[in-house]
C-alpha cells in the first residue's frame, strides 16, 4: 500500500490556512471594542464614521435644477461630462456615486419631457436640452443670474 503524500500536503496547509483563521478571529474577539459591543449590543457612536461629511438637507430637486442649468448651458453632454462641470462648479455631491445621482436626475428630466436624448458618444448617451417652456412642464426654475 502506497502513501500519498500528496493528499497529506493537502489537508496539513488547510490545516495550517484553518489555524491562521482562527487566530486572527481570535484576535478580533479579544479586542476590546468587540467586547463593548457585544456588551451593549450595538456598536458606539464612533465606531461608525460617516464617509463623507453630513450637510445640511437640500430642497427636493436640486440635483434637477442643476443638472437643467447644466443642459442648458451646453449643446450636448454625456453624464460623466454633466459631473465634471457640477464638480467644477463647486457642486458637493451627497450621493456616494455621483454619476448615478445625475443620470437619475436626466431620466427624471426625460419624463418632464425637458431633456432628450440626442445620440451617442462610444457607449454614453449625449443629453440635451428640449426647446420648451419649462413651466409647462411642471417645473419652476430660478431667475437666470
Request: aromatic share 4%; proline share 6%.
Amino acid at each position: 500500500m502506497a502513501i500519498d503524500l500528496k493528499a497529506i500536503d493537502e489537508r496539513l496547509a488547510k490545516a495550517k490556512e484553518d489555524a491562521e483563521f482562527w487566530e486572527k478571529a481570535r484576535a478580533v474577539l479579544l479586542d476590546p471594542r468587540m467586547a463593548q459591543v457585544a456588551q451593549n449590543g450595538h456598536t458606539s457612536p464612533t465606531a461608525h464614521t460617516p464617509a463623507r461629511p453630513s450637510t445640511q438637507l437640500r430642497p427636493y430637486g436640486e440635483m434637477i435644477q442643476k443638472v437643467l442649468e447644466v443642459l442648458s448651458e451646453s449643446s450636448s453632454m454625456t453624464t460623466s461630462e454633466i459631473v465634471d462641470r457640477l464638480t467644477k462648479d463647486g457642486y458637493a455631491f451627497k450621493a456616494k456615486e455621483p454619476g448615478i445621482a445625475v443620470n437619475g436626475a436626466l431620466i427624471s428630466l426625460q419624463e418632464k419631457g425637458l431633456a432628450r436624448v440626442s445620440g451617442k458618444r462610444v457607449n454614453a448617451k449625449l443629453w440635451r436640452k428640449r426647446k420648451q417652456d419649462s413651466q409647462e412642464a411642471g417645473l419652476e426654475l430660478p431667475p437666470a443670474s
